[in-house]
Nanobody, 117 residues
Framework: VQLQASGGGLVQAGGSLRLSCAAS????????MGWFRQAPGKQRESVAV??????????DSVKGRFTISRDNAKNTKNIVYLQMNSLKPEDTAVYYC?????????WGRGTLVTVSS
């Protein structure tokens, strides 16, 4: 089982980035997928969650700016996206994708997002 996140980088405040997370090794169609982030000196926090049925949830800090989506078209490789718009310097963090049923049991390596002011 592998979750591979990509798409991070350096962007100016107000800009956009799209993160991708390719999940492979098993079928993730029935799994809840999520994006989390951890900024230096801060605890990891959830920024977006999507259920197998497509229901989404966001914290107030990113609501209206971030959009999570998933592509279950392929049975053995699922992709989850995080579209981030109107980025702010406080969005700077390492972003992780995760998958699970009941709890997030699979985690990928993070991708760094840096938002300059």
């Amino acid at each position: 089982v592998q979750l591979q996140a990509s798409g991070g980088g350096l962007v100016q405040a107000g800009g956009s980035l799209r993160l991708s997370c390719a999940a492979s090794g098993r079928t993730f169609n029935s799994y809840v997928m999520g994006w989390f982030r951890q900024a230096p000196g801060k605890q990891r926090e959830s920024v977006a969650v999507i259920t197998s049925g497509g229901s989404t949830n966001y914290p107030d800090s990113v609501k209206g700016r971030f959009t999570i989506s998933r592509d279950n078209a392929k049975n053995t490789k699922n992709i989850v996206y995080l579209q981030m718009n109107s980025l702010k310097p406080e969005d700077t963090a390492v972003y992780y994708c995760a998958a699970g049923v009941g709890h997030f049991e699979y985690w990928g390596r993070g991708t760094l997002v840096t938002v300059s002011s």
